[in-house]
């Protein structure tokens, strides 16, 4: 599809409202997408290094008790 100027372009020929709204809302999906997978990330690290921690503490606790 040819557009013969930016204004025809952002109009898209009648369907700028259809088509604009289907970018923005795959834009808005995709952000959502990154940022859930971010704070996920995040959320399981932590989880991995307090697990690490209370076994790092047992572990001492139980040498502690055979000594």
């Known amino acids: 599809m040819q557009f013969e ?3 025809d372009f952002f ?3 009648g369907y700028a409202f259809y088509v ?3 970018f923005g809302s795959c834009a ?3 952000l959502g997408l ?3 997978s971010l704070n ?3 959320r399981i690290k932590r989880e991995v290094e307090a697990q690490m921690k209370r076994e790092a503490r ?3 606790a139980q040498e502690e ?3």
């Open 5 to 7: 100027s930016l204004s």
């Open 11 to 13: 109009h898209m020929g």
């Open 20 to 22: 604009w709204l289907s």
């Open 28 to 30: 808005a999906i995709l």
């Open 34 to 36: 990154v940022w859930a």
């Open 40 to 42: 996920d990330a995040k």
């Open 58 to 60: 047992i572990k001492q």
């Open 65 to 67: 008790a055979k000594a």
